[in-house]
């Protein structure tokens, strides 16, 4: 069975970084998109950032653009979010995702219905 355990969530002030990590087992995702979506209470999940199997492209939400970088590492079977210049609207449980579908797929997925495997999610909070 798949799972997909993220780390590095926590309390920080407004302004600050975190780093977020997911890391994939057993299967192997090296050739598939992964992406991180949040929720907020209250609120649906929400898109935060993608990125190719190859790690060649990325894209973000326009909301953490120039704040936040994904990227990956294959050999580590683990995507990364780093977080800076963070916001209290930030403020959400962050879901890493893979899609196991789409082997060597070169576009963006940006709809959480494109992906199939999800964590359980880290509470990522900003205080201001």
């Known amino acids: 069975q798949v799972q997909l355990v993220e780390s590095g969530g926590g309390l920080v002030q407004a302004g600050g970084s975190l780093r977020l990590a997911c890391a994939a087992s057993?299967?192997?995702?090296?050739?598939?998109?992964m992406g991180w979506f949040r929720q907020a209470p209250g609120k649906e999940r929400e898109f935060v950032a993608a990125?190719?199997?190859?790690?060649?492209?990325?894209n973000y939400a326009d909301s953490v653009k120039g704040r936040f970088t994904i990227s990956r590492d294959n050999a580590k079977n683990t995507v990364y979010l780093q977080m800076n210049n963070l916001k209290p609207e930030d403020t959400a449980v962050y879901y890493c995702?893979?899609?196991?579908?789409?082997?060597?797929?070169?576009?963006?997925?940006?709809?959480?219905?494109?992906?199939?495997?999800w964590g359980q999610g880290t509470q990522v909070t900003v205080s201001s």
């Open positions: 995702a893979v899609d196991g579908d789409r082997l060597g797929y070169s576009g963006i997925l940006t709809r959480s219905r494109f992906y199939d495997y």
């Open positions: 990125i190719t199997w190859s790690g060649s492209s990325t």
């Open positions: 057993p299967r192997t995702f090296s050739g598939y998109t």
